[in-house]
DNA sequence: CTAATAGTGAAGCGGCTACTTGACTTTCGC
DNA sequence: GCGAAAGTCAAGTAGCCGCTTCACTATTAG
């Protein structure tokens, strides 16, 4: 899972949007698009995009698609953002015994 | 300080490895441009971009400018993964609880 | 069966953005 | 003082990406 994906994801005001929503409850691909002023074709590409990133996974039941929130996604974030301040704090932490 | 920013600017390989790279030790902007084999100048717009996201602040000194890690932005984004997380268990204890 | 609903796939367009170039300023070394 | 070094500024270009449209499939309701 690729931190990369994840920010390249999350780097999109309305792929947040949606990430935002699914945080209060899973939603369908029509759901998404509703308040979203944008077609269903758009909110269908985004999703793609946040389920490679790990942020968001999906199931079709029928002919509706239900989106919710992944682990994997969330998991790489506080990963790489825990890293960068240990290494952080790590060096302040060695000037400071200088 | 907009959590927008801060996806905006990681979204970007390169601004990534900026602030890889700034996390072993502050930086000059051109010691930061050699290894990534582009110009000082865009790397320069890229420093721009990462001090307005509140992940990088920078101060000239003479001709140099020196760029390290701030704060402020990594704040900004544990706090935001952090609230994802909080409402994701929240809902699932919800559901438990039925 | 028919119509409507939910979504998928391919193709195209427009705008944003990362990067470059070239000219210029400021600072440092000799 | 002269030249090299470190950045800055303005302007231009090329490619990507978010979105649309249109055509199509699959599922559900009446």
Redesign the interface.
Known sequence: MD??RV??A????TR?AI??RL???PQSVSQLATPLQITVTAVAQHIHILEDSGLVESSKVGRVRTCR?ARHG?DA??HW?RD??Q??EQ?LDRLGGL
Chains 1, 2 share one sequence.
Do not use: Q, Y
């Open positions: 931190i990369g920010f390249e999350l780097g999109d005001p947040r990430v935002e945080g209060a409850r929130l969330f974030l506080e953002v960068r301040r290494e952080w060096r």
